[in-house]
């Protein structure tokens, strides 16, 4: 597609679940980025992929979180046994690689943890 | 200190008027410079970015960089009320690939 696409828009899970967020970046993009946005917050990153690798996961808060990207393109960020705090909207965001190039950002999925 | 500050509003201007939307950071490692506009309930939407001094133009929004004072600017022209969103300053480190985010300043045009 011509964007980032992220799947489901919307999450309701029980705290204690197991959720997987899905993001498809734009075509060709290399670079892959996982953010969480809080209610009247910037968004806050959480991991970056270089291809199929996560080159910096510095931001994932705890052993809970845990990110994909096996092939390179298609990401998947997996949250256990969530809890309300884990309430948020999830971005994906995708670039080509190089130190000035835009991140575009998906729409978004919206988790809330009840 | 957070590495990225915004005042976060919101900035009232009326319709036609200039909006002047600032940020400050702190890692004087800083290389690139982006403005991101958001709208309630949307994703961010870039609007500009810059990685050298001085003012970066592009029709109504222009971009100030200042890295001696480490601080950037974006300034809207001609402000309409459609640009009534949260601007989010996001700044990169050299060497680094991630953004880091302020918390946005939220921007009122009124007609």
């Known amino acids: 597609g011509a964007g980032v696409s992220q799947t489901p828009s919307n999450k309701v899970t029980e705290k204690g679940k197991y959720v997987e967020l899905r993001c498809d970046p734009i075509s060709g993009h290399t670079a892959l980025y996982w953010y969480r946005q809080s209610l009247g917050q910037g968004p806050e990153f959480l991991i970056y992929?270089?291809?199929?690798?996560?080159?910096?996961d510095s931001g994932l808060p705890n052993d809970r979180f845990f990110a994909v990207r096996p092939e390179g393109s298609v990401s998947t960020l997996k949250i256990q046994r969530t809890e309300r705090g884990d309430s948020a909207v999830y971005l994906c965001?995708?670039?080509?690689?190089?130190?000035?190039?835009?991140?575009?950002f998906g729409q978004g999925t919206r988790l809330t943890v009840v | 200190q957070k590495e990225v500050e915004q005042n976060s509003g919101p900035l009232s201007v009326p319709e036609g008027a200039i909006a002047s939307l600032n940020c400050t950071y702190s890692?004087?490692?800083?290389?690139?410079f982006f403005w991101y506009r958001q709208y309630s309930g949307k994703s961010p939407e870039l609007i500009m970015f810059?990685?050298?001094?001085g003012d970066k133009e592009d029709g109504r929004f222009t971009a100030q960089l200042n890295k001696a004072s480490q601080y950037v600017s974006l300034l809207i022209r001609d402000s309409q009320p459609s640009d009534s969103a949260t601007y989010l300053c996001?700044?990169?480190?050299?060497?680094?690939?991630?953004?880091?985010f302020g918390k946005g300043t939220m921007l009122l045009v009124s007609p």
């Open positions: 992929f270089q291809g199929t690798g996560a080159a910096d």
């Open positions: 810059i990685y050298s001094n």
């Open positions: 890692d004087r490692g800083s290389q690139s």
């Open positions: 996001a700044v990169r480190r050299s060497g680094y690939s991630t953004l880091t």
């Open positions: 965001a995708s670039s080509r690689s190089g130190a000035n190039t835009e991140a575009f």
